[in-house]
């Protein structure tokens, strides 16, 4: 499967001739550095102006699941990851005989959702951090849906009542853990996501001169549940609705994507006085990453989970199809915030971890293709990775993980086969609700982030999508973006148009080659599969 023809046509952002260059004015003698702050890794990465990275770090860190659902971090190892994962990579910078003088300025990338809660007296957390697919939330979630203008939420903030958003984890901090109870009503709780609590202390806390730093982009604050789409600000109906008294929770400031002062500047360590000049979410920092400025242009990250991302414009669409309406990305300097429709589902390669360190099935996460091609197909074995319940377009709370059509005849390749189309299923899924949605298919998707290295992966999505899949040569996109944010509010590069060569050679492009007949069968049994993973989970358990 490695021999899949270079692409020719061009790719999200480039130009009609797909020629390539250095892409900055600057030449190569300009670097940005990325903080990319994910749920199983941390990251720091260096690129040049032609969008490559010339040195990095990356390293690992606990997680928590101290309950069957539960799912944390310890936000001081996170600041701690980042902290070594900046020291590591400059290092290495330096040993190739860069100077760190020239790297003009730092983007941090984060896991969204992801809830972090601190005492702003002291600047230590309250708590752990509880993760996005945590769902230790799930009744709180149905006691939401039957209050009072439910129904109205979606149209107000893009995203259905589910576990995923911050809001809701919240709440279940403020009933459950005496000291954040407590911290919110002597009105010294500060709220955030990782973006939030990272920008924080690598300023330097409480301590900074002049005072902390406390902000917050909107790619991340649209994952809350506080903030209006529209307005992008903090919503009183949200609140209100959450029954959250915002005088005594400390919400940051929403600030744009892209900004020379507003993030502050690393208090310490080899890159001390660096300022700090984009904050992107993740999957908005991959969209930007692969250049999709223009709407109808869409991105798939396959990381521990799954995130479709689709460009709707300057205006943003709530779908009436599952999905969730965001914002992509605000890039300032007088650009419009652009919007995006987003399909998230909750396990891919995390998908490939299971098979690997609870089943046993795998000996290595890359060797998920070889194990996969030992056999020709599926065996009629499909496997619903509902580990958290289903979401886009699905939003399935009460199911759970649930293998169908194991016999006899089933062999382990058969179930890491099943594995990998469990995550090209839902984005099929999802790609039908954006056609629905926006009322046009898509005509090609870029992939990026860790399972897009599996090529049977990315051939098996072309299949079963029917739509050619293009994956860059480097996959690094998400921390490209937050680079890339960072680069345009301090000169890197002076626009959008001198983007279109950055990560633009060396794509390779997946062709659909399952007939359509077939292609249709194995959906149906998909939704089949679906269909009787529903109800696991019941109240009367």
């Given at each position: 499967m490695g021999d899949m023809p270079e692409s020719k046509r061009p790719r999200i952002g480039d130009d009609a001739n797909g020629t390539t260059n250095g892409g900055s004015r600057h030449g190569r003698d300009v670097f940005v550095g990325s903080i990319d702050q994910g749920t199983t890794s941390t990251r720091f990465l260096i690129f040049n102006s032609a969008g490559e990275p010339v040195a990095g770090h990356q390293m690992g860190f606990d997680n928590k699941h101290p309950q069957s659902g539960w799912h944390e971090h310890d936000p001081l190892e996170l600041l701690q990851s980042v902290e070594t994962c900046i020291e590591k990579a400059t290092e290495e910078f330096r040993s190739k005989g860069y100077?760190?003088?020239?790297?003009?300025?730092?983007?941090?990338?984060?896991?969204?959702?992801?809830l972090v809660l601190w005492d702003k007296d002291t600047g230590e957390p309250l708590h752990n951090a509880v993760v996005w697919p945590d769902t230790r939330t799930s009744a709180i979630v149905r006691e939401l849906k039957a209050r009072p203008n439910a129904d109205k939420l979606l149209d107000l903030c893009g995203l259905p009542l589910t576990t995923y958003p911050s809001s809701v984890k919240l709440l279940w901090l403020l009933r459950n853990v005496d000291a954040v109870a407590q911290a919110y009503e002597d009105r010294r709780i500060a709220f955030g996501t990782v973006d939030t609590w990272l920008i924080y202390r690598l300023?330097?806390?409480?301590?900074?001169?002049?005072?902390?730093?406390?902000?917050?982009?909107?790619?991340?604050?649209?994952?809350?549940?506080?903030?209006?789409?529209?307005?992008?600000?903090?919503?009183?109906?949200?609140?209100?609705?959450?029954?959250?008294?915002?005088?005594?929770?400390?919400?940051?400031?929403?600030?744009?994507s892209s900004h020379p002062t507003a993030f502050g500047a690393l208090a310490r360590g080899?890159?001390?006085?660096?300022?700090?000049?984009?904050?992107?979410?993740?999957?908005?920092?991959?969209?930007?990453?692969?250049?999709?400025?223009?709407?109808g242009q869409a991105k798939n990250t396959y990381g521990t989970g799954c995130f479709l991302l689709y460009n709707v414009g300057t205006e943003p669409v709530i779908s009436k199809s599952g999905l969730l309406a965001t914002v992509a990305y605000d890039l300032g300097k007088g650009r419009?915030?652009?919007?995006?429709?987003?399909?998230?589902?909750?396990?891919?390669?995390?998908?490939?971890?299971?098979?690997?360190n609870n089943l046993g099935l795998i000996e290595s996460s890359k060797a998920i293709d070889d194990v996969a091609l030992s056999v020709s197909d599926n065996g009629g074995v499909y496997f619903v990775t509902a580990f958290s319940g289903l979401f886009a377009p699905y939003?399935?709370?009460?199911?759970?993980?649930?293998?169908?059509?194991?016999?006899?005849?089933?062999?382990?390749?058969?179930?890491?086969?099943?594995?990998?189309?469990?995550?090209?299923?839902?984005?099929?899924?999802?790609?039908?609700?954006?056609?629905?949605?926006?009322?046009h298919a898509l005509e090609s998707m870029a992939a990026d982030g860790g399972l897009s290295n599996s090529d049977l992966c990315m051939q098996t999505q072309a299949d079963l999508s029917g739509i050619p899949v293009d994956r860059p040569q480097m996959r690094e996109t998400t921390a490209l973006g937050a680079a890339i944010a960072a680069g345009l509010a301090t000169g890197v590069w002076a626009d959008l148009d001198e983007l279109r060569f950055?990560?633009?050679?060396?794509?390779?492009?997946?062709?659909?080659?399952?007939?359509?007949?077939?292609?249709?069968?194995?959906?149906?049994?998909?939704?089949?599969?679906?269909?009787?993973?529903?109800?696991?989970?019941?109240?009367d358990d």
């Open positions: 100077d760190i003088a020239s790297i003009r300025s730092i983007g941090l990338t984060n896991q969204r959702e992801t300023n330097g806390g409480k301590d900074r001169e002049g005072g902390p730093i406390f902000v917050t982009d909107s790619t991340n604050a649209s994952r809350t549940m506080f903030m209006n789409l529209r307005t992008l600000k903090y919503d009183d109906n949200l609140l209100s609705f959450f029954q959250i008294d915002p005088s005594k929770l400390a919400l940051p400031e929403i600030v744009p080899p890159l001390k006085g660096v300022p700090i000049a984009g904050c992107l979410g993740d999957q908005s920092a991959a969209l930007v990453g692969q250049c999709g400025f223009n709407p419009k915030p652009v919007y995006a429709l987003e399909g998230s589902i909750a396990v891919a390669g995390s998908g490939v971890t299971f098979l690997l939003w399935i709370d009460d199911a759970k993980g649930t293998l169908f059509g194991m016999t006899a005849h089933t062999q382990k390749g058969h179930i890491a086969r099943a594995t990998l189309e469990a995550t090209c299923h839902q984005t099929a899924a999802i790609l039908d609700a954006m056609a629905a949605d926006s009322g950055v990560n633009a050679s060396n794509r390779t492009v997946f062709e659909p080659k399952l007939a359509g007949e077939e292609r249709n069968k194995m959906r149906r049994l998909w939704e089949r599969a679906v269909e009787m993973s529903r109800g696991w989970v019941r109240d």
